[in-house]
Each structure stands twice: as structure tokens, then as C-alpha cells.
């Protein structure tokens, strides 16, 4: 599972409390356990506060949608960025029957 990409329409605003938070809507990809790959159009939010930074992702498929499940770090699920391609050092998402898939990723 991986994203990269990055498209106009940025919305930065700094918090009272320090954080960075920036809105956008990114190219990203699903590539599932047999190697299919399924692009896929996401609004993300990303909050930066001090050291951690926290990306929240609602996604829609671009064509064919993969089979639902449930992906976390703790079963061997990976995410990249789709701001910087960093690998998240955690990452929670579902794809559902309806097609979406929404999650959190921490790095």
C-alpha cells in the first residue's frame, strides 16, 4: 500500500496552539496482496505540531476498487505520503464496501 503525489488547491493555516495544518486534494494508490494497483483521488489533511506530524486521508478510486478490509501497522500495513513520500511510523485505514478508503497515518 503507497501513495505519492501532489496537486494544486493547498490550504495552509496556522492553530493558536502552534500546529500547521494543511487541506488538499492528492493523487494517490492502492496496490493490493496480488500487486494490482488502483489509483485513487484523496482529500487530506495534514496537522504538523512540534516534532509529529498527523495525515488524515478520505479516499475515492479513480476506476476499479479493490475488495474491502482493514489495514494497520500492526498487521504489516504500510503508508506513504502522499505530500513526501515518507513512510508513516503508524497507519490505520479500511477500504469499505462502498468503495472508500479513509485513515490516519503518524510520522
Not at 509529529?52 to 505520503?81: M, N, Y
Request: net charge negative.
Amino acid at each position: 500500500m503507497c501513495a505519492l503525489g501532489l496537486s494544486a488547491g493547498v490550504q495552509t493555516a496556522s492553530g493558536d496552539n502552534g500546529a500547521t495544518v494543511t487541506r488538499v486534494t492528492l493523487q494517490s494508490f492502492f496496490v493490493d496482496e496480488n500487486g494490482i494497483f488502483y489509483p485513487a483521488t484523496c482529500d487530506q489533511t495534514q496537522v504538523i505540531n512540534g516534532n509529529q506530524r498527523k495525515e488524515t486521508f478520505h479516499c475515492t478510486f479513480d476506476a476499479a476498487v479493490p475488495a474491502p478490509l482493514v489495514c494497520d501497522t500492526s498487521i504489516g500495513c504500510v503508508w506513504f505520503s502522499d505530500f513526501d513520500g515518507a513512510e508513516a511510523t503508524s497507519t490505520h485505514f479500511v477500504i469499505t464496501q462502498s468503495g472508500l478508503m479513509i485513515g490516519w497515518a503518524l510520522y
